[in-house]
């Protein structure tokens, strides 16, 4: 049976398809500009890094890219939870600590970067490590979702666990211990970044897709306020909340720009001991 994305998480899960969207297109840049650290030497990779260092500008960008994808990082880990825990509170739990801890391993390895290139690639590849099971976790709760339909759910599902088990686990440990077969694991890798990618614009536009069906706030604001005659922002939060199901963020926004349009009109109420609204005129 499908389900839709929870009415309040609807927001967050547009926040979690932008986040990944972000993160995935920066870090790609980045690691191209590295010259894909994980098939060339390490003397190589230094010398690269250092050419980094010495241009001035393109390593302020490097820098800037670094503090992006935190910042995507961290609207993913939070956004995700509050989006799959209503599919399995625990399974969310382990993906949002796994990629807290993705992403402090991501920062400390690119301190490295600049000092030490032997731990800069080990602590990349413990990252990708941690990086892998969150795949794991988040294919999971995706394919028992059934957010986007049947095929789509079971689809993204099945390859995000395989690109985390496949691709990250897999890469880490054949660069260790079987660096000949890494090509294998990069395949992994390449296949878990497109699934995340399609992940990230079938929640944007899912998502976007279900708050567009929601009906103008505007309108359901001024049906109550009919009803009502006049009423606190609270009182019209809830009224709102059953005769539309909508998200109670619009309301207060949808009051603002009803005022502006001087539709609607507020007074302070000593009986309430609030700010009340009625319709003008």
């Known amino acids: 049976m499908n389900q839709e994305i929870p009415l309040?998480?609807?927001m967050c899960a547009r926040n979690v398809g932008i986040g990944l969207l972000g993160s995935s297109f920066l870090t790609f840049l980045i690691l191209f500009s590295l010259d894909t650290i994980f098939t060339v030497?390490?003397?190589?990779?230094r010398t690269t890094v250092a050419n980094l260092v010495d241009n001035g500008l393109i390593f302020l960008v490097l820098i800037f890219s670094l503090l992006i994808i935190l910042f995507f990082n961290l609207m993913v880990t939070v956004a995700g939870f509050n989006v799959f825990k209503s599919v399995s509170r625990k399974l969310s739990l382990f993906a949002s600590v796994s990629r807290s801890i993705e992403v402090i391993l991501f920062t400390?390895?690119?301190v490295f970067l600049l000092a030490d290139i032997k731990?800069?690639?080990n602590m990349f590849l413990l990252a990708h490590i941690v990086y892998g099971f969150y795949l794991i976790f988040i294919g999971l709760l995706t394919f028992k979702s059934r957010f986007f339909g049947l095929f789509l759910s079971s689809f993204l599902g099945i390859f995000l666990v395989?690109?985390?088990s496949m691709g990250y686990l897999l890469e880490s440990l054949t660069h260790i211990f079987f660096p000949s077969f890494t090509w294998f694991s990069s395949l992994g890798v390449f296949i878990a970044v497109l699934v995340e990618v399609i992940l990230g614009i079938t929640?944007?536009?899912e998502a976007t897709r279900l708050m567009n069906k929601l009906p103008d706030p505007k309108i359901t604001i001024s049906t109550i306020l009919e009803d009502l005659g006049e009423a606190t922002t609270a009182e019209i939060i809830d009224k709102a909340s059953v005769i539309?199901?909508?998200c109670k963020d619009r309301i207060p926004n949808a009051l603002v720009v009803l005022e502006k349009e001087n539709r609607v009109v507020?007074?302070?109420s000593k009986e309430k001991k609030a700010i009340v609204w009625r319709l003008a005129g």
């Open 8 to 10: 309040t998480r609807r």
């Open 41 to 45: 030497p390490i003397e190589s990779t």
């Open 108 to 110: 400390i390895s690119m």
């Open 119 to 121: 731990l800069f690639i």
């Open 162 to 164: 395989l690109g985390g």
């Open 203 to 205: 929640l944007v536009i």
């Open 244 to 246: 539309s199901h909508d």
């Open 266 to 268: 507020k007074r302070l």
